[in-house]
């Protein structure tokens, strides 16, 4: 009897709301809100463009740079010295040109746009899952009580490698995965990240950046071939100064080639040797596999054969992302870890992001000041100097040339 | 009342724990999961059953990640048409990944459901772990 009279009052007062209600929408606090993609709420500090499907690190300056520098030298080719080289030697020459060209940009692009295979984070049952595991490992530890490096050993093929837990992903990473600092994420197969692509190397898309690195040596090496047999045939008619004076795009070219094709072929040839060994960059800097660590020291992720591990690297199958860019984030879906559970064993975030920012910028200079101690690398580096010092030099250079031309 | 559940009736059941099968590195990089059978799932399932189906799972990664002559041709293929055939066809893993979603479905309704356990596909997961939930089952009466 009380149920009976309530009813009514309740259903009036249902009334009232949908009268003074004017939408005709009958659950609008439900479809307020708009299912977001998972790109949006990543975690990590990349860029996302075109809804998701382009993925990229943070700073992109570089990138833009090194696709100016393609872009202005292979354009200059084509439109100054192919008509000239194409009328007295062979069409073939713009046609192999731009086929090396749109090859390099295409490596270039998908290299720098893909996933680099980026492990997403745990969601926070994985994470609670593994600190039981690391607490029970360890034992109960006092307040103030440092607990020891969170690492597991794991045997493969007979080489004890370490596992270390990633406080910001909270993971255990796999073997060969490692942090980047600039892009905040755990990378498997982490190469090195690369300002010039604007993006990590990883397990996804190594092949693309080195078949960009060696089609762009391919590339240098036949502009500048060509843009001197251009400037040759040109002065054999009319002399060394006006041919430079009817074409001074060659110059530019010429100077910007010589002066790349050191660093691009000498990275070309380490990365020939990465590829070889079954090596990333990361291992080969910090000497992981390096015989001078222990007598029974070796890699044990090599085939044993330089070729089945170029095949491996280049032909072996590429896996998809692990990530899921462009999906919809399920309601009922536990969100990853985020950096602001930190617990009081790791280092606070703020102390992280303050290192991630001086990472950042010895990352940059590092390279630029101290000399690596490894042959290969070593040779890089000095290209690498060289290169910008006389960069500045030829730009000044073009710049006093044009002015005494006008 | 009866003491098997459909995979609809687990959505509506109370999540009681989760379980975590972990990687295997001892092979190298390669995707395999460990198949040591853990402690949650004893009062559950069989033992033998559960590494029939981690085991079945590691084979399907293997095949995925194979390195073979179908695997180089692929890659060849892929590099002289400027990775634009991917366009157009999907890569062998993607292919075996799909095979895989299929075979964890089919685990899930014909085994798993109804001993009220739920398998969650690793790629979901980031192919970290093997997530398994237990839900509550109060008709056989828990702990």
Redesign the interface.
């Known amino acids: 009897m009380h149920l009976g009279v309530e009813e009514p009052i309740r259903e009036c007062q249902y009334n009232q709301i949908c009268t003074h209600n004017s939408s005709p929408m009958d659950t609008p606090h439900i479809k307020k809100k708009k299912n977001k993609r998972k790109w949006q709420v990543f975690p990590g500090r990349n860029r996302f463009y075109c809804n998701g499907r382009i993925m990229m690190a943070k700073q992109t300056g570089v990138f833009y740079l090194t696709m100016v520098l393609i872009l202005v030298t292979s354009g200059l080719f084509f439109a100054f010295d192919c008509p000239f080289l194409a009328s007295n030697l062979t069409p073939a020459i713009p046609a192999i040109g731009g086929v090396l060209f749109?090859?390099v940009m295409?490596?270039l692009l998908?290299a720098s746009f893909s996933d680099p295979g980026v492990?997403?984070r745990?969601?926070p049952?994985?994470a609670a899952?593994i600190e039981r595991q690391i607490d029970a490992n360890n034992g109960p530890s006092g307040p103030g009580y440092r607990p020891p490096p969170r690492t597991r050993e794991?045997?493969?093929?007979g080489q004890t490698?370490k596992?270390k837990y990633c406080f910001t992903c909270k993971?255990f990473r796999?073997?060969?995965a490692s942090h980047c600092s600039l892009c905040d994420n755990c990378v498997?197969?982490f190469d090195h990240h690369c300002p010039w692509v604007g993006n990590c190397v990883g397990r996804r898309n190594y092949?693309?950046f080195y078949?960009f690195i060696l089609s762009l040596s391919f590339l240098t090496i036949f502009i500048f071939a060509f843009v001197i047999t251009h400037v040759i045939l040109r002065s054999n008619r009319t002399g060394f100064l006006s041919a430079l004076k009817d074409s001074p795009a060659s110059v530019l070219e010429v100077v910007v080639c010589f002066f790349s094709v050191w660093s691009i072929v000498g990275l070309s040839g380490f990365h020939t040797y990465l590829i070889s060994s079954n090596q990333t960059t990361n291992e080969d800097i910090k000497g992981s596999w390096s015989s001078k660590r222990g007598k029974g020291n070796y890699n044990?992720?090599s085939y044993g054969n330089f070729i089945?591990n170029c095949?491996?690297a280049?032909?072996?199958?590429?896996?998809?992302s692990?990530?899921d860019r462009r999906g919809f984030i399920q309601p009922d879906t536990p969100q990853p870890a985020t950096q602001t559970n930190g617990t009081s064993a790791c280092p606070p975030n703020q102390v992280q992001s303050h290192m991630v920012v001086c990472l950042h910028l010895t990352n940059q200079t590092r390279l630029f000041l101290s000399p690596p101690p490894q042959k290969f690398l070593f040779c890089y580096w000095l290209s690498l100097k060289i290169q910008f010092v006389f960069i500045c030099i030829a730009l000044l250079q073009c710049r006093l040339f044009q002015s005494s031309l006008t | 009342m009866a003491e098997t559940h459909s995979l609809q009736d687990l959505r509506q059941a109370a999540v009681a724990s989760?379980v975590?099968v972990q990687?295997d590195?001892?092979?190298?990089?390669i995707c395999k999961f460990q198949t040591k059978f853990p402690a949650e799932l004893e009062s559950r399932i069989d033992k033998v059953q559960f590494e029939e189906t981690i085991q079945t799972l590691n084979n399907l990664y293997a095949e995925?990640?194979?390195?073979g002559g179908r695997?180089?041709l692929?890659?060849?293929l892929?590099?002289l048409t400027?990775?634009t055939i991917f366009l157009c066809m999907e890569?062998?893993?993607?292919k075996v990944?799909k095979k895989i979603a299929k075979f964890i479905q089919e685990q899930n309704e014909k085994i798993y459901a109804p001993l009220g356990l739920l398998l969650t596909d690793p790629?979901e997961?980031?192919?970290?772990?093997v997530?398994i939930t237990i839900f509550e089952d109060r008709s056989i009466g828990s702990r």
């Open positions: 749109v090859f295409g490596m998908r492990l997403p745990a969601t049952e994985e899952d794991v045997l493969i093929n490698v596992l993971i796999p073997p060969r498997d197969r092949r693309f078949l044990p992720y089945t095949c491996a280049l032909c072996g199958p590429l896996p998809p692990l990530i | 989760k975590f990687r590195y001892t092979s190298g990089t995925a990640e194979k390195l695997s180089y692929e890659g060849c892929a590099c400027a990775y890569t062998h893993y993607e990944l790629i997961r980031g192919l970290r772990v997530e």
